[in-house]
């Protein structure tokens, strides 16, 4: 382990401008609360120039954007994947889910805007995740997770069930799931990877090397691209590290009883990822009692990503039975 998280600080330190393209906050970012915009800017926000705020809790000030308030009803909280800040989220995925809802990502604490120390424990990112949700005043709130996102979400629901009304996990597994220990080799490795091609490298992580792979992939990071103004900061190499032990520790731990969740959740991953095997993610529905399973053919970790056009409309559908 301490092999593994000695390449990854190397890694990271040798591929972090790839992590996320045009990164750099602003002042949106920066600890103080943005501006409300008025009524006539908020019906042309999107996830391109939503702007940033903060909110304090339990001393850590937690960076967020939301989009789709005028549309009520119970919130959608996206949670993010490793080495992932607000800016690494699909804005073809997030603007299509605030057509209909109310939708919030944040940064973790000690991750890019946000204040304070990394964890590096599923459990403890749980935990604040529900900090951030209490505080924001949320009740109940629908969970969209991805990859590590994912597992965050699962500690969410089985600490607190009465917080959550539904999930879509994407792109992630049960604890002790195969291959989730090694995460961390595969990332690494994909770091190096990009950096020796002068790729991104969520372009091997994320995708297939098929030629659709590598053309979703090329979209995919050009989306990423289109907000200019007030980016999240990178993630910090010791948020990166601690975010490694976290996958770590989970791909260890004993499987959880996921019998006892009986949310309505919709599964969804690509046909062939390397980054957690697919195995997990059919693993996962079939221990979840009230699950839908959605597989993509030719597609890879950033699945949805890759098929969004498909998968916010089927997201949708989900949220409103």
């Known amino acids: 382990m301490r092999y593994q998280l000695k390449v990854g600080v190397l890694a990271f330190a040798l591929a972090a401008p790839f992590i996320s393209p045009a990164a750099g906050a602003s002042e949106?970012?920066?600890?103080?609360?943005?501006?409300?915009?008025?009524?006539?800017q908020?019906?042309?926000?999107?996830?391109?120039?939503?702007?940033?705020?903060?909110?304090?809790?339990?001393?850590?000030?937690?960076?967020?954007?939301?989009?789709?308030?005028?549309?009520?009803?119970?919130p959608l909280v996206l949670l993010n994947h490793?080495?992932?800040?607000?800016?690494?989220?699909?804005?073809?995925?997030?603007?299509?889910?605030?057509?209909?809802?109310?939708?919030?990502?944040?940064?973790?604490?000690?991750?890019?805007?946000?204040?304070?120390?990394p964890k590096n424990l599923m459990e403890q990112m749980a935990d604040d995740a529900v900090i951030f949700i209490k505080a924001m005043g949320f009740k109940q709130v629908d969970l969209l997770g991805f990859s590590m996102g994912g597992m965050i979400a699962q500690e969410i629901v089985l600490k607190e069930?009465?917080?959550?009304?539904?999930?879509?996990?994407?792109?992630?597994?049960?604890?002790?799931?195969?291959?989730?220990s090694t995460v961390a080799r595969v990332a690494n490795y994909d770091?190096?990877?990009?950096?020796?091609?002068?790729?991104d490298p969520k372009q091997f992580l994320f995708f297939t090397r098929t030629p659709n792979g590598i053309e979703a992939g090329k979209a995919f990071l050009a989306r990423l691209k289109e907000r200019s103004e007030d980016r999240d900061k990178d993630i910090s190499?010791?948020?990166?590290?601690?975010?490694?032990?976290?996958?770590?520790?989970?791909?260890?731990?004993?499987?959880?009883?996921?019998?006892?969740?009986?949310?309505?959740?919709?599964?969804?991953?690509?046909?062939?990822?390397?980054?957690?095997?697919?195995?997990?993610?059919?693993?996962?529905?079939?221990?979840?009692?009230?699950?839908?399973?959605?597989?993509?053919?030719?597609?890879?970790?950033?699945?949805?990503?890759q098929f969004h056009a498909d998968f916010v409309p089927k997201a949708l559908e989900f949220l409103a039975r």
Request: proline share 6%.
């Open 28 to 40: 949106g970012s920066n600890g103080t609360k943005a501006s409300q915009p008025s009524s006539a």
């Open 161 to 180: 069930p009465q917080l959550v009304r539904k999930m879509i996990l994407a792109g992630t597994g049960p604890a002790g799931g195969e291959g989730i």
């Open 82 to 117: 490793l080495a992932a800040v607000l800016d690494n989220w699909d804005p073809r995925v997030v603007d299509g889910m605030a057509a209909k809802h109310h939708v919030i990502v944040f940064d973790n604490r000690g991750v890019g805007a946000s204040s304070g120390s």
């Open 237 to 305: 190499a010791s948020a990166y590290v601690a975010q490694l032990q976290a996958l770590g520790a989970w791909g260890q731990k004993k499987p959880a009883d996921l019998s006892v969740v009986k949310h309505p959740v919709l599964v969804v991953n690509g046909d062939h990822d390397r980054m957690v095997p697919t195995t997990d993610s059919r693993d996962l529905a079939r221990r979840l009692p009230n699950s839908t399973l959605i597989i993509y053919p030719d597609a890879g970790h950033g699945g949805v990503f």
């Open 42 to 74: 908020a019906k042309e926000l999107s996830w391109t120039n939503v702007p940033t705020k903060t909110i304090a809790a339990q001393g850590v000030d937690f960076a967020y954007r939301e989009l789709g308030t005028r549309n009520g009803g119970v």
């Open 191 to 199: 770091l190096l990877r990009g950096l020796m091609t002068g790729q």
